[in-house]
């Protein structure tokens, strides 16, 4: 090869493992940084209703698909997207109409949680797959759960999706480091909505 073609074949290459994957992403924010929200009911969740002294009133449910939940004396009532408190605010005012000052208290016993609310993780994971999110979530737990990377994963040009206030940001996780190497300081905190993109090695 003459020295232009060995020229042109090291800017071609270079493009393949560079500037042809898109742009560098901004690392994902420390862990210390994040904030998350109370939790929100989901359709799927399994709730614990309990009346003060109305035991008959007094029982477990399940979130149907379409957010709705419905007990005695108290029918479909909007459960997706709030907390277990304004839930129980909620059904403590329809029963306001049958029992004298209600309170109630509302228990999720399964979490699932609304679809805006999950964790996503798509790609190159052995199992991608919708987690519900936990309080202080790390990248390194979603990923135990997908079970790990596939052989094929190029773990170090995952994407991490997040949207704040209305607005898609995207960041860039070094998941070879954190689960082949053990580099700790690869974990990041995850928020609610969170996706993980996990591409494909070229090779």
């Known amino acids: 090869m003459t020295g232009r073609g060995a020229r042109v074949g090291a800017v071609a290459l270079g493009c393949l493992v560079t500037a042809c994957v898109g742009p560098a992403l901004p690392p994902a924010p420390p862990t210390t940084a994040l904030q998350a929200a109370p939790y929100q009911i989901g359709p799927g969740d399994a709730l614990s209703i309990f009346v003060w002294r109305n035991p008959e009133l007094s ?10 939940v419905s007990m005695p004396l108290v029918q479909d009532v909007p459960a997706s997207g709030v907390t277990p408190a304004d839930l129980a605010r909620e059904i403590e005012r329809r029963l306001a109409k049958y029992v004298t000052e209600p309170i109630v208290t509302v228990i999720p016993t399964r979490f699932v949680g609304p679809f805006s609310y999950q ?21 390194l737990d979603a990923m135990i759960e997908t079970g790990g990377l596939t052989k094929y994963a190029a773990g170090n040009r995952a994407t991490l999706v997040r949207t704040i206030n209305g607005t898609q940001e995207s960041y860039q996780v070094y998941l070879d480091n954190l689960i082949k190497q053990g ?6 905190a995850l928020l609610p909505g969170d996706i993980i ?3 494909q090695s070229y090779f």
């Open 59 to 68: 029982m477990s449910v399940a979130v149907r698909p379409d957010g709705i």
């Open 119 to 139: 964790i996503r993780v798509v790609g190159e994971a052995t199992a991608p797959r919708a987690l519900p999110y936990r309080e202080h979530m790390t990248l």
């Open 183 to 188: 580099d700790i300081a690869a974990n990041v």
């Open 197 to 199: 993109i996990i591409p």
